[in-house]
């Protein structure tokens, strides 16, 4: 694995080490053959003595290189998925919009945190002592042959049939272990789903229903546990009885052989020391194969999310620094699915500092203009230009710090608002930020919070009113002083005093800098530099908000119906 390339010292030293116990392993049963053969036998006491000895250190010293063997093991295994974790993070919050357009959160939770904490148990638990207990095996046989090679194939005949039992067994618990990250994947995307829509669900009284849904996935989650369950209850069985069936023919053969002087006592003691040693590993193998099969089912899901190409190319190499702020469409179409256009040849400019409007219909393609020009969707058809510079052309991360948007579901994190304004942004300050607060309109209502601007709103600002959440919007836009700015129908969803507010920080931050503008509420842009009008993903009338009354077209219908409305 590419993975563990930066390890490679750890992972040889540990698999050394699991040579090493591997042939020690086979010491102490030829030191107690010895024993029994030379010092018991004899009645040589102080031979004994010093054999004892000999085996009590023998035994520490192989007890530090199991110590070492797993501390090296574990530590390669969590270095390995720290930065696993890290990759796989990084290429996720790299996707295309498209991508979470289609796939669960809670499946991308999975990956990224349990799926990827089961392949640290596959490295530490899993791989590198399989590839000891196999070593110790394979030195085993081999010992117990070059000892006394008859007694040995006697004692070895149970084996074959141990071996294609271990082969079914791991088919079988493979499926099983599939079927189980496949349903905990169903689980933790169903959970946080719903706990993140906790409200829709008690609003429609749904818990009831929801509860029956999750107890039927619960219940295949369960089942799927069972069949590893059933396949482990016939496996250890069958290991222990071909386990017994070694020493029965051991003890039967090998006292023939004692009394005709072909084997003696020590030799039946270490064998029967030496069938222990070669089952026990065979039968944790069992479990090894438990942990490497979910390691392996783990790592095919986390594997595929790394090489899912839906991460948007940055093959930009320019940089904004010397850019103005011109913006222009040329015959720009798209489509989020195959040939179902979303716009259509949508082309028009809009220069430094001036406003620009687009109103029209839900699903007209209003959002998807500005989604387009951020590049959080690639364009199908035509190009797109700052300051004639093709947006292919600019570097992603300076592209996107050039503008800021301010969407109208704003999103806030379970954190400060401070926090939640720089995010983190170690060039801002907090004077900075009050600062801006105060020309926002918002350093009000933020002072009076407990702690003010150390208040933590909590999950998604549930802590504050949907006017204070698109305040703090306008000066997270506003503290990173954006080029362009972009604000998605931000005043859709507030009250007519929040929104007084919102207007006049949309002066403050739209002023002597370029702005794209989507609203519903058309008093909002009546100042607008230039208005477009936006029908079925197509332009049908531009101009500014004089003009465009003037025309009696799409924008005059739209006022009169939003004017009647207001004054009804």
């Known amino acids: 694995m590419t993975y563990v390339k930066p390890y490679n010292s750890i992972f040889y030293i540990t698999a050394f080490l699991s040579i090493i116990l591997a042939v020690i392993a086979l010491v102490r049963p030829v030191l107690i053959q010895v024993t029994i053969d030379e010092y018991i036998k004899e009645l040589d006491e102080n031979g004994l003595f010093y054999m004892t000895l000999f085996l009590i250190g023998f035994l520490i010293v192989e007890s530090i290189f199991q110590y070492f063997f797993t501390l090296l093991g574990n530590l390669l295994g969590q270095n390995v998925i720290k930065d696993l974790r890290n990759q796989t993070f990084e290429h996720v919050i790299n996707f295309k919009l498209k991508r979470f357009d289609n796939t669960p959160i809670g499946q991308l939770v999975t990956r990224t945190v349990s799926d990827i904490e089961t392949i640290a148990e596959m490295f530490s638990g899993g791989i590198l002592v399989i590839i000891g207990d196999l070593l110790k095996i394979v030195s085993v046989i081999a010992c117990m042959l070059y000892i006394n090679w008859d007694l040995a194939l006697i004692t070895l005949i149970p084996i074959p049939i141990l071996f294609m039992a271990t082969s079914i067994f791991k088919k079988v618990i493979k499926k099983a272990f599939q079927d189980v990250r496949e349903q905990v994947s169903r689980l933790n995307t169903f959970v946080q789903e719903h706990i993140t829509g906790m409200s829709i669900v008690q609003i429609f009284n749904r818990e009831e229903v929801e509860m029956a849904t999750f107890s039927e996935i619960n219940k295949k989650h369960r089942d799927a546990h069972i069949r590893t369950v059933w396949a482990y209850s016939i496996f250890f069985p069958v290991v222990e009885i071909l386990s017994a069936m070694s020493i029965a023919l051991l003890v039967w053969?090998?006292?023939?052989?004692?009394?005709?002087?072909?084997?003696?006592?020590?030799?039946?003691?270490?064998?029967?020391?030496?069938?222990?040693?070669?089952?026990?590993?065979?039968?944790?193998?069992?479990?090894?194969?438990?942990?490497?099969?979910?390691?392996?089912?783990?790592?095919?899901?986390?594997?595929?999310?790394?090489?899912?190409?839906?991460?948007?190319?940055?093959?930009?190499?320019?940089?904004?620094?010397?850019?103005?702020?011109?913006?222009?469409?040329?015959?720009?179409?798209?489509?989020?699915?195959?040939?179902?256009?979303?716009?259509?040849?949508?082309?028009?400019?809009?220069?430094?500092?001036?406003?620009?409007?687009?109103?029209?219909?839900?699903?007209?393609?209003?959002?998807?203009?500005?989604?387009?020009?951020?590049?959080?969707?690639?364009?199908?058809?035509?190009?797109?230009?700052?300051?004639?510079?093709?947006?292919?052309?600019?570097?992603?991360?300076?592209?996107?710090?050039?503008?800021?948007?301010?969407?109208?579901?704003?999103?806030?994190?379970?954190?400060?608002?401070?926090?939640?304004?720089?995010?983190?942004?170690?060039?801002?300050?907090?004077?900075?930020?009050?600062?801006?607060?105060?020309?926002?309109?918002?350093?009000?209502?933020?002072?009076?919070?407990?702690?003010?601007?150390?208040?933590?709103?909590?999950?998604?600002?549930?802590?504050?009113?949907?006017?204070?959440?698109?305040?703090?919007?306008?000066?997270?836009?506003?503290?990173?002083?954006?080029?362009?700015?972009?604000?998605?129908?931000?005043?859709?969803?507030?009250?007519?005093?929040?929104?007084?507010?919102?207007?006049?920080?949309?002066?403050?931050?739209?002023?002597?800098?370029?702005?794209?503008?989507?609203?519903?509420?058309?008093?909002?842009?009546?100042?607008?530099?230039?208005?477009?009008?936006?029908?079925?993903?197509?332009?049908?009338?531009?101009?500014?908000?004089?003009?465009?009354?003037?025309?009696?077209?799409?924008?005059?219908?739209?006022?009169?119906?939003?004017?009647?409305?207001?004054?009804?």
């Not at 959002?367 to 797109?384: D, F, P, T, V, W």
């Not at 002072?447 to 204070?468: I, N, T, W």
């Open 253 to 568: 053969y090998g006292f023939k052989e004692v009394a005709l002087k072909y084997a003696s006592a020590g030799e039946i003691f270490s064998f029967t020391l030496f069938v222990y040693m070669l089952y026990r590993p065979i039968r944790q193998l069992a479990d090894r194969f438990n942990t490497l099969q979910m390691g392996m089912v783990s790592s095919e899901r986390v594997f595929k999310v790394l090489d899912t190409e839906s991460v948007i190319e940055n093959s930009g190499t320019k940089n904004t620094e010397n850019l103005k702020g011109d913006i222009e469409f040329k015959e720009v179409s798209f489509a989020y699915n195959d040939d179902d256009w979303v716009l259509k040849n949508i082309s028009f400019k809009v220069n430094k500092g001036e406003s620009l409007a687009l109103v029209g219909a839900t699903g007209a393609g209003k959002s998807s203009i500005i989604n387009l020009l951020g590049r959080y969707y690639e364009i199908n058809k035509g190009e797109i230009f700052i300051d004639n510079v093709n947006i292919n052309e600019i570097e992603l991360q300076d592209l996107r710090r050039f503008m800021s948007i301010v969407l109208q579901d704003v999103f806030l994190f379970s954190d400060s608002i401070l926090n939640n304004i720089t995010l983190y942004n170690e060039d801002i300050n907090e004077a900075e930020v009050i600062e801006a607060a105060k020309k926002v309109g918002a350093h009000d209502f933020i002072s009076k919070l407990p702690g003010g601007y150390h208040y933590d709103v909590k999950e998604r600002g549930a802590m504050l009113s949907v006017g204070q959440r698109q305040l703090i919007s306008f000066i997270r836009a506003y503290v990173h002083q954006p080029e362009v700015l972009i604000l998605d129908e931000a005043t859709s969803s507030i009250d007519s005093e929040s929104e007084e507010l919102i207007k006049h920080a949309t002066s403050v931050l739209t002023k002597d800098r370029t702005s794209i503008i989507v609203a519903h509420r058309l008093s909002t842009i009546k100042n607008a530099t230039k208005i477009i009008v936006v029908d079925k993903g197509q332009i049908v009338e531009e101009g500014n908000h004089n003009e465009l009354l003037i025309k009696d077209g799409f924008y005059k219908k739209l006022y009169d119906y939003q004017f009647k409305s207001q004054k009804d």
